[in-house]
Structure formats: C-alpha cells, structure tokens
C-alpha cells in the first residue's frame, strides 16, 4: 500500500528537528503497517492556519494523480488548524479515494473532522488572546510589543535565571540624529522627496539597510507609521492601532485600523528624542497640508483608484535600470520616478511622451506581431496549452473508472432483478439502483463539460490582428472624444509593459505585448480580453514569442 508522509512546524521559535522528528515516527508506524513510502511533503515555519503552503499544495496535487493511496502525518493540526480548510482537505482525499492516517486520531472520519477541527480553531484563537493578552502587559511596563523602530536598539540582557529579558529598547544616538535632522528639515518647509534624495546621496542608510523613500518619511498619519508619525520619538508608546485580519480568499493578512477608545497608550520618557516644539512644527504642517490638498473632504476611495489614466501609456512604463515606473517630470516630457523621489537611480534620459507614444504605437502596428513568428507560436502555444490542461486529466480518469464500476454494478443488479419475480423485488435493491443512476448521470454530465477541444489559432490572426490595430490607430485621431478613450482602452490592452534602458545616449525601448489582450484583439472579440483571459493564456505568455525591441 502506498502511502505519503506529511510534516510541519509552524514558526522560527521551533527547529528543523521537529520536521525529521515527525518524519522519523511517521516512516517507523508506516513499517510495522507494511506501508511503502513513495514521498514525504515538507512545510517549514509555515502557520497550519492556511492552506497556501508549498508542502500540503504539493501533496494535493499529487493525491489527485493517484500516486498514492494514504496520507499520514503525526497529528490533524500538522495538515491544517482551520476549520475550512481541513474540511475542504478531507473532501479531497475523499474524492480522490485517499485515506488520511495520523498517529494521534488513527484514520481520520468525519467525526474527527467535525470534533478536531473546531478544537484546533479554538487553540488558534486562544493562543492569539493570550498573545495579545502577554503584549499589553509588556507595553503597560513600557516595553515593547513586537517589533522596532527606527531610532532605538533591542536590549539583549538575562535575569537571575539566566532567561532573555525581552522588550527592552535603548535609544540609538547615531540613527536619533537622523530622526531629528528629517523632522527639522520637514518643519522648515522641505518635501519628504527632497529629503530623501538627500540622504540617499550622502549614504545614509535606511530603516532595514536599504534606500530612503518619500514614503518611508511621509508614512502614514493615521497609522502612525512614517518617521514623522512615530509618538515614541515624543516619549509616547502607543499600542493597538490597528489588527490584522486575514482574507479567506488569498490567506493573506490585511491591516485595519481600530477604534481610538481601543488604543493604548503608554508614558515613555528615557525613549524621547525629539522636543515638543519641533515635533508640533512638524503636526502644524501636516494638517496645513492635509487641509490645502483635501478641502472638498476625505473619501473611502482614492480618486487615483477609479480615474481613467491621463494618457495612452500612463502606468505601462518601466524604467530598464531599477524598474521602477516613468511619470511625467514636466508638461511634456517622462523620466524615471526613482530619479526623482530617491535619487539612487543612474537613468536620466528622458524622452517626450507625444515621441514615445508614437513609437510604441507603431511597434503595436507593425513589430508586435510579425506572421512568421506568429506561426511558430501557434503551434507552441497549442502544445503548452495542452500539456497544461493534461494535468487536469487526474479527476477525469477517476470519473471514466467510477462510471465503468457503476456500470458493472448496475448489470449485477439488473441480473438479480430478472432472477426475482416483480412482486417480491426488494425495495433496497431498487432504491440502490436508482441512486447509482442518479450517480452515472452527474459523472457523465462532469465528464461531458471537461472535455473541451485543444485551443486551435490560426496563423492569419496576425494579419487581422494588424488590421484591427490599424483601424484603432485611427480612432485615435477622430475628432469624438468617446472613439478616441474607446481606442486608447483597447489599445492599452496590447501592452503588458514598455521598458525604457539607456544605451549609449539612446534609451532602448522594448515593447511587451499582453497575451490575453493580443488574442481578444486578433478573435475580433468585442472587448479586450479581461482578468479571467489572462488566466488562462498566463501559463504560456512567453512561449514562442518574443516582443521586438527598437532604438530611438
């Protein structure tokens, strides 16, 4: 019997050990059961609150291929703590008739699942309360919370017994006089962009070694992030902004700001660096500024989240050296952004947008899309695309096999029917007979809709692809303003991103079409192909292809 081992620890605090320990109790209990190992599957310092692990998605993957026929692990909580999830692990083992052993609960059923699973959530949500519980308690000695900041050193000491004290911090004078320069210089009346360039250039090193930014200084108000946002600079440890909750779709944890009543705030005075004049120098400019750029009110959505770009390659285009993007630096001509805000970029070529515009629009019409090559990728694209949907073919073999067995089983019971008189047919054989029916029927309508034809492109897309650019190129120039924005929205599609390099006292300008776009277009689909198309053309965007590339 084959049999696949999983194993998992869940923070930094534990060692490698744990995983070998695990491993090792599980390949001893699969020996005495005469189980044959066919692999082991792995999580390192990776939480059991999610699914999205390297480990357990390699381990699904390969269930559905039938590679093996047992999962075990030493406990339930190794495969997951949520509820959801290892609910949803269970329905796929089931469905790929693989069985989940685990030292501590033996075969895994239903039951366990329903009783385990809600105790691994409480554990989970236990051991955040007393988490949170330990971090108030340490922030009310006027220690830290968790984490540093910029302008302090941790404390590494011992107590009596030889235990780390931790939270401890101490103010570090070389990095405080940073601190004071960047509020000083913002109270006089400089940007965070200019100031930030000037510490760049002098070699200052950033909070985690790295490069100033604007944002880095600017922070944010309302968070208390930012060096000009900071209350412990002030003497001032506040705790609780803000909790983190995690999106169920991508398992990924999002900030969220809470209530002010819920904040706690704490008296630090030997952590203070800056004095109280210039700290509300400081808060008197921001609100100044607050006020000049938001006199019509503060919205939920950012404007920059809903407005239509300015221009035709407005967000597309990347800078070749650092790649960061290219924004406008004057009323008609682009550069790079890190140029500006940081100043650690050496690209300082500029070019007018109008110039580029043009250059780009021609590549999309006469280079993006060249027959020959076309042609090749047609045929790579057919064959990636079906090696891709191959690995889908596990769940429809399962299907073929049960509806074979369903089959075979319906004759036998169809045999004892006819054995049997009509009058005294049992019940349970004809009630047995008509759920396997109802089975046969819901495999053969999954079987008919996963069967879908290979994608089949023509080669002669690439001429009606040149048409249709063309005929946008000059929707561009009418004189209605909707044909023009309706253009410009399509044509923005084709583009994936235009990289600018500086070469020679030229800048390099290398256009990189998007797949998903370039096929709505070339199908003659009434609009560019949206998120959904770029799934399902992303796995072989680059197969076959390759964007053309040309000199200014």
């Not at 105790?119 to 006027?142: C, H, S």
């Not at 609780?240 to 700001?257: I, M, S, W, Y």
């Not at 809903?306 to 285009?317: A, F, K, M, N, V």
């Not at 070019?351 to 990728?377: G, Q, S, Y």
Request: charged content about 30%; proline content about 3%; aromatic content about 6%.
């Amino acid at each position: 019997m084959k049999v696949a081992i999983y194993a998992r620890y869940s923070s930094d605090n534990q060692r490698d050990a744990s995983i070998a320990d695990q491993l090792r109790i599980c390949r001893l209990h699969a020996e005495k059961q005469g189980w044959q190992v066919v692999e082991e599957y792995t999580d390192h310092a990776i939480s059991g609150a999610s699914l999205l692990r390297p480990g357990i998605q390699a381990l699904i993957s390969d269930a559905t291929r039938g590679r093996f026929r047992y999962v075990l692990a030493e406990a339930m909580d190794r495969l997951s703590r949520d509820q959801e999830d290892i609910a949803g692990l269970f329905k796929r083992m089931a469905y790929s008739e693989v069985k989940i052993v685990t030292l501590s609960e033996g075969e895994v059923t239903h039951l366990h699942i329903g009783l385990k699973g809600t105790m691994n959530a409480l554990f989970l949500k236990d051991l955040a309360d007393k988490t949170r519980r330990g971090q108030r308690g340490r922030i009310e000695l006027g220690k830290s919370g968790g984490g540093n900041a910029y302008g302090y050193d941790v404390v590494k000491k011992f107590d009596g017994n030889g235990e780390p004290v931790r939270g401890d911090r101490t103010v570090n004078e070389v990095q405080a006089q940073v601190v004071r320069r960047i509020l000083r210089d913002y109270a006089a009346g400089k940007s965070p962009k200019r100031i930030a360039l000037e510490l760049n250039n002098e070699g200052i090193p950033a909070p985690g070694g790295g490069e100033w930014g604007f944002s880095t200084i600017n922070g944010n108000t309302k968070r208390g992030n930012g060096i000009l946002n900071n209350d412990m600079y002030v003497g001032r440890l506040v705790w609780n902004r803000q909790c983190f909750v995690k999106n169920p779709d991508t398992g990924k944890r999002q900030a969220r700001l809470n209530p002010e009543s819920e904040w706690v705030f704490q008296d630090v005075p030997e952590l203070r660096i800056v004095d109280d004049e210039l700290w509300q120098s400081v808060k008197a400019r921001q609100k100044a500024i607050k006020k000049t750029s938001s006199d019509d009110g503060e919205r939920e959505n950012h404007f920059r989240d809903r407005r239509r770009p300015t221009y035709l390659l407005s967000g597309l285009i990347q800078c070749g050296c650092c790649g960061g993007g290219y924004a406008m630096i004057s009323a008609h001509m682009v550069g790079c952004s890190t140029v500006r805000n940081k100043g650690t970029c050496d690209n300082r070529n500029n070019i007018r947008r109008d110039r580029l515009e043009e250059r780009v629009l021609n590549a999309l019409r006469h280079h993006l899309m060249d027959p020959a090559l076309f042609e090749e990728f047609c045929v790579e694209f057919t064959r990636e695309m079906n090696l891709a949907r191959m690995e889908g073919r596990a769940s429809i073999d399962v299907a073929e096999a049960e509806v074979t067995r369903i089959e075979r089983d319906l004759d036998k019971l169809m045999k004892l029917i006819l054995a049997s008189s009509h009058d005294d047919t049992p019940a349970r054989i004809m009630k047995q007979m008509k759920e396997l029916e109802a089975r046969q029927q819901e495999l053969k309508l999954f079987l008919q809709e996963a069967e879908e034809p290979p994608p089949l492109l023509h080669p002669n897309m690439a001429r009606h692809y040149h048409a249709r650019v063309d005929a946008l190129y000059t929707a561009l120039r009418e004189d209605s303003e909707a044909k023009r924005m309706t253009a410009a929205d399509v044509l923005r599609s084709l583009i994936k991103k235009v990289v600018l390099t500086p070469e020679n006292g030229e800048l390099l300008i290398d256009v990189r079409g998007d797949l998903a776009g370039i096929l709505a277009i070339s199908l003659n689909s009434k609009k560019p192909a949206g998120k959904a198309g770029q799934s399902e053309v992303g796995l072989v965007a680059g197969v076959g292809f390759e964007p053309t590339t040309f000199r200014l």
